[in-house]
């Protein structure tokens, strides 16, 4: 677990879903039949550093590129949680009690990432209030039986997944809450979470 942070093979991984994610959007289109140009967001993505290779300093982003029209689309990302300039990865880890890290093992990071406790305090109420309120969440919700509590969200649903280890639940959990990281995007959710 501790080696995921230095993983660059985690990272890659991640990437590569997002670029796939991203080439689907792409090949679709505009609504107007315009073509999409690569348009693509600057990041600089907080705690983490070492383990990310170039392609994590921007946020893959299209653009239309017929006049008058020339509407963003921005597709879903596993990396990015919306604009949060901590890696989804940190936002979903150092949220989840009970099915992420230890208590010990979340604080040492916590401390090591630099992570402010008023940004924990943001992702909790983040998770408790906005997340909830998502169509990706009360789509998803309905697929778990029984049904999952929404206090210890995102652990609730991490402990959910049956992927093994930590790694796979965690790309299978960034795949699942990956609409709620775009409005524009209509990256497809038809993938069972029980069998992902
Ligand atoms: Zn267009």
């Known amino acids: 677990m501790s080696r995921l942070f230095d993983d660059a093979s985690f990272y890659q991984l991640l990437t590569q879903i997002d670029e796939s994610i991203a080439e689907e959007v792409r090949v679709r289109g ?26 994590y300093e921007d946020r893959l982003s299209f653009c239309c590129a017929q006049d008058g029209c020339r509407r963003r689309h921005t597709p879903a990302s596993v990396r990015f949680l919306g604009r949060k300039v901590y890696l989804g990865v940190i936002v ?29 305090w943001r992702w909790r109420r983040w998770w408790r209030e ?56 209509s990256l497809r959710v038809s993938r069972d979470p029980q069998k992902m």
């Open 130 to 185: 906005r997340f909830v309120q998502t169509r990706c969440w009360r789509a998803l919700a309905g697929r778990f039986i029984p049904p999952m509590t929404t206090n210890d969200l995102p652990g609730s649903l991490l402990g959910r997944l049956t992927a093994g280890e930590i790694s796979k639940r965690l790309v299978q959990l960034l795949m699942l809450i990956a609409p709620v990281t775009t409005s524009t995007s």
């Open 92 to 120: 979903v880890l150092l949220t989840a009690l009970h099915h992420g890290l230890t208590e010990a093992r979340r604080r040492r990071l916590i401390e090591e990432l630099d992570v402010p406790a008023q940004t924990l």
């Open 30 to 55: 505009c609504d107007c039949g315009g073509v999409l140009h690569s348009a693509r967001y600057p990041r600089k993505p907080r705690g983490i550093r070492s383990a990310l290779d170039e392609r």
